[in-house]
């Protein structure tokens, strides 16, 4: 059974920094390309960062230079280091996993075999 857990959400002030981790369990996590997303009430999920088998990443333009994406595999944990928040930034951020170690970045959701469960960042102003 695969399960993806975040956590490290949290509120915090503009400017500030945050940094998710998300612990994979039954699932080949370092084969496989991983990625962040995230979504606010009414609107579609997004994806943030994307990080392939080999390393390759990828970021949405809102949040490139500000934020990283890495993975552990000797952990089986991915992270997201958010710096430099703004209050656009407040959502709900989900670890996803795909099943396939060659992938188009930035991930899109269709592309998303497993989702974690999601933890909330909320900068205020």
């Known amino acids: 059974q695969v399960q993806l857990v975040e956590s490290g959400g949290g509120s915090v002030q503009a400017g500030g920094s945050l940094r998710l981790s998300c612990a994979v369990s039954?699932?080949?996590?370092?084969?496989?390309?991983m990625g962040w997303f995230r979504q606010t009430p009414g609107n579609e999920r997004e994806g943030v960062a994307s990080i392939d088998s080999y390393g390759s990443t990828a970021y949405a333009n809102s949040v490139k230079g500000r934020f990283t994406i890495s993975r552990d595999n000797a952990k089986n944990t991915l992270y997201l280091q958010m710096n430099g928040l703004k209050p656009e930034d407040t959502a709900m951020y989900y670890c996803?996993?795909?099943?396939?170690?060659?992938?188009?970045?930035?991930?899109?959701?269709?592309?998303?075999?497993?989702w974690g469960q999601g933890t909330q960042v909320t900068v205020s102003s």
């Open positions: 996803a996993a795909t099943t396939k170690n060659v992938c188009w970045l930035p991930l899109s959701v269709r592309q998303i075999a497993y």
């Open positions: 039954g699932h080949p996590y370092s084969r496989y390309c």
